[in-house]
């Protein structure tokens, strides 16, 4: 779970970064941004040119991802390691980032409360978590998706429970505006229609990115878009998605859903306040995919 930064406790550098952020949502043509994309990449093959060293070749996966905005990943967790992943989180506290913050645990949910994150200590030396995170082929995927190698700029734990206050907005229809970015999603527990499962819209990261990101019913998106591409499966079912896509999790009706988010990106998140934490696994990780995440 990573910190946002707002203009109330930001530093000057966070406030700076803000800004900036605002000002690229302002370049809402494709051209435009494919050109920023360009000029950044050409900028990082330059400062960082020895790290595309153990990432170069051609994923089979970026083409539909270039297409599409999402692509299945198989072979990333089993439903054993999943169910080890759970065992761990047991009893760890957890926190309401979207409502009260208040800490608390799987078996003290609060009534109302919607989304649960686990901190960034727990998430990272949870089993398995890296070692998904830093699997080959998703950094390969990253690398030839993004145009150079990534860094995790977003890694998290969160449980999205039944009822609480109504819907968050990440569950209603969204988009992400941050050039240079995409994520992979696993899920940690088996996910039906009626455990929250993730809806996205096909081709839709291809369109003209609005000045003002807003939510989406479901009717506004029926009806300029059609039905979107809804997943589902058992625990262990991955995919990755271009978020400036629409894209949505849906709100549970009867049991909570688990799920495991990793962002990749060219440079580190504009909203985020970075804090990296120690390690006490043994998945020997690349110092500068994983810089912001470990110390």
Known sequence: MQRYVTFTNASVAGKIRLCVY?????????????????????????????????????????????????????????????????????????????????????????????????????????????????????LTLAADYLGFTPIITGLGLRWTFPGGRGADDVQHFHRDCEVGTFKVLVYLTDVDDGCGPHTFIPASHLERMPVRLRIHSDDDIMRTHGVGLTMLGPAGTAFAIDTKGLHKGAMPTTHPRLLLVIQYSLLPCLVFDYAPVDYTGRVVLHPYVNRLMVA
């Open 22 to 138: 605002y000002v690229q949502r302002l370049v809402t043509s494709r051209r435009m941004r494919r050109v920023a994309h360009w000029i950044l990449l050409l900028f990082l093959r330059i400062r960082y040119r020895n790290m595309l060293v153990g990432f170069v070749g051609q994923s089979a996966l970026a083409p539909p991802l270039r297409t599409h905005g999402h692509v299945s990943l198989d072979g990333l967790a089993t439903g054993s390691e999943c169910a080890q992943m759970r065992a761990y989180l047991v009893g760890m506290p957890m926190q309401d980032s979207r409502g009260s913050r208040s800490s608390f645990t799987l078996d003290t949910v609060p009534e109302a409360c919607r989304l649960g994150d686990y901190p960034l200590e727990t998430v990272i030396n949870c089993p398995f978590v890296m070692r998904i995170a830093n699997h080959p082929g998703i």
